[in-house]
């Protein structure tokens, strides 16, 4: 009796189980049906109400077709429903997983929820998620530790991201953890640490062009320029005809100082995105080609617009076809002809447009123009310079590239009003262009406007050793020569007449805005007359307080935020020896030899009597001998 009783239990079980399949797939093929055949609306009011009411299914549409915020819902939703379904050998026959979604696992609605999530710029609530997931259902899952690593980099939650890391590093060593580690060192300026992950993850994934590009970052934001161009020629094994590549590794030649190469390097890239034809850049939309961008070319003069459907290309239809036939059915010698069937929204007909092929740059190429007009105004080749800064800005005005490159020709037009303009519509925290904006003020006599400008500039970046911005830095110093010699004269007066103080602040002010050879004059004058008057060593209250601030750090081991202050603090009073002694001994700490050097030498010059004298400067010899065991030279 038990025994029946058993086997009409699991009878019943399975009859129910091939019902319920049937009437789950037979409920929610229809929506699926819709969606295939591309009517997304129909598909969401299905599975929105009555018995075909399906979050799951909505959270699948809408990740797909980049609803986000949508999914974001659909997907909170459909993991607050969510329930594991027992596979059985009938339901697997039923074949329900094809419509209805049955046997997802779980982590598929975690996985969408948080793209979702990521899309729309909530990383905190990806990381709830992940760290639920983690935690609860799986804590030897090694991708989404990853995720979950990567997230907390995004969100600055640097100690939370490096454990994530290196936890999925533990479960199974992997490329996506060790780059999300790599990015957390760079975000912290550990360039260091950032390198050698950055090398372990190139090692699990050698193909990946991505991980070589943010390696070269690092040794960039090092300024170690000749392995940043080592690791870009890597690149150029695995792409070896990238625009982008030989753009990047112009960029770096430039700041090097290795202009010829910078220039064949970037004409190589510009001539990778000259092409003849019309000027059109197309995308595949429904089957056709459509116009999404327009060059400076033969389609736009005919006026060819974006949004355009190119419908027939000479008489031939372009249904069906893809991106590559309809751009060699375009192409074709310059000077010929290409007829274009257009569909227009605003128009009942189409539209046949000829059009006589041309030699067209692309808009891409305003970067690499604008940097090699740089480049070429470096070397002194001024035409070159200004033909290249014209066609730049005149294919993407946009580009700062382009306006940095357009406002330095206006400069040396003396056109100082229009440069001043281009640079205004550039992004604040652009430092390049606020040199040529500080210079063009200067030029117009505005030096209150170009100290402002120049003023707000970090003493980092204007201390680089990049070539690039040494030599515009140096234009800007030309271009002050006027002011300067007013605050030398002023400033000497001053110390005639006994205005001792008024007069230290007047070489102070200069300090800011001269060559390294005249700020070595001045703070001579300035160590002079502190020795004359000990009283004037006294720190002004503002660079007190960035100093003490200073001094807080550095007891906690900030070194990076201490050096901060302390430069903060020389802004404020660059005549202050012993704030220069602190920020070199920072920089000897942080490896950074080159201003440890700079900023110890400093310190030696406004007091050439200081009691450590002489362990200051064996300090720099110490320095000095790092610096060239650095470049592989002991002597």
């Known amino acids: 009796m038990k025994e029946l009783k058993f086997r009409f239990i699991i009878l019943f079980l399975v009859i129910m189980a091939l019902f319920s399949g049937r009437t789950y797939a037979n409920v929610y093929k229809p929506g699926w049906d819709y969606y295939r055949r591309g009517d997304i609306e129909k598909a969401v009011q299905y599975f929105q109400t009555g018995e075909g009411k399906c979050e799951r299914c909505l959270c699948k549409i809408y990740s797909e077709t980049g609803q986000y915020e949508k999914a974001v819902k659909s997907c909170e939703e459909a993991l607050r429903i969510w329930t594991p379904v027992q596979r059985t050998g009938v339901v ?44 609860e259902d799986d804590p030897n899952d090694w991708e989404m530790f990853a995720w979950l690593a990567n997230l907390y980099g995004i969100n600055k939650q640097y100690d939370e ?41 190139i090692e699990l994934d050698p193909k990946n062009i991505s991980i070589y590009l943010k390696l070269s970052d690092c040794y960039y934001a090092k300024e170690d320029y000749a392995s940043a161009i080592a690791i870009i020629q890597e690149v150029q094994e695995i792409a070896p005809n990238d625009p982008d590549i030989l753009y990047m590794l112009g960029f770096l030649y430039t700041h090097m100082g290795k202009l010829d190469e910078a220039i064949n390097s970037l004409s190589k890239a510009i001539s990778l995105e000259t092409i003849t034809g019309v000027g059109v850049l197309i995308a595949i939309e429904g089957d056709y080609p459509v116009v999404k961008d327009l060059a400076e070319g033969p389609a736009k003069k005919v006026g060819v617009k974006v949004g355009d459907k190119i419908i027939k290309i000479n008489g031939q239809t372009t249904k069906g076809k893809n991106i590559k036939e309809v751009a060699q059915a375009i192409r074709g010698a310059e000077g010929t002809q290409v007829v274009l069937t257009i569909e227009r929204k605003d128009l009942k007909n189409p539209l046949e447009q000829t059009i006589i092929r041309e030699t067209v740059v692309s808009k891409s190429a305003a970067k690499a123009l604008g940097l090699r007009s740089l480049s070429h105004k470096i070397k002194g080749n001024t035409i070159e310079a200004a033909k290249d800064a014209e066609k730049a800005y005149s294919l993407d005005p946009d580009n700062d590239s382009a306006k940095e490159a357009l406002a330095a020709i206006y400069i040396d037009k003396g056109k100082y009003d229009d440069a001043i303009k281009v640079l205004s519509n550039t992004s604040k925290d652009n430092y390049f262009a606020r040199i040529l904006e500080a210079t063009a003020y200067a030029k117009t006599s505005d030096y209150k406007k170009a100290v402002e400008i120049y003023s707000s500039i970090p003493e980092n970046y204007l201390t680089s050793n990049s070539v690039l911005r040494q030599s515009y830095k140096t234009s800007f110093f030309e271009s002050m020569k006027p002011y300067v010699s007013i605050k030398k004269a002023t400033a000497k007066s001053l110390e005639a007449k006994g205005q001792y103080r008024e007069a230290l602040n007047e070489y102070a002010e200069v300090l800011k805005f001269t060559d390294e050879k005249e700020a070595k004059e001045i703070r001579s004058q300035i160590a002079g007359l502190i020795k004359k008057n000990p009283y004037l060593s006294e720190i002004p209250e503002e660079a007190r307080k960035y100093a003490l601030g200073g001094e807080v750090l550095l007891k906690e ?19 202050i020896a012993i704030f220069y002694k602190t920020i070199a001994l920072i920089n000897g700490e942080l490896k950074d030899y080159a201003n440890a050097v700079r900023n110890m030498t400093i310190y030696l010059e406004l007091m050439p009597d200081a009691p450590d004298a002489r362990a200051a400067q064996d300090q720099i010899y110490k320095w000095e001998f790092m610096l060239r065991r650095e470049k592989g030279v002991e002597k």
């Open 557 to 575: 081991g900030k070194l990076k935020e201490a050096l901060q202050e302390y430069l903060r603090a020389v802004k404020v009073a660059p005549h």
């Open 161 to 201: 991201g490096i454990a994530a890391a290196k936890r999925s590093i533990e479960i199974k060593p992997n490329s996506w953890a060790y780059r999300a580690l790599a990015a957390i060192y760079a975000d912290k300026k550990q360039y260091n640490d950032a390198i050698a992950t950055y090398k372990k993850a």
């Open 92 to 135: 697997e026959i039923d074949e329900r997983n094809k419509d209805g979604l049955y046997f997802e696992p779980k982590k598929l609605w975690v996985r969408l929820l948080c793209e979702a999530s990521e899309h729309t710029g909530q990383y905190k609530r990806c990381i709830k998620v992940l760290k639920q997931w983690v935690t």
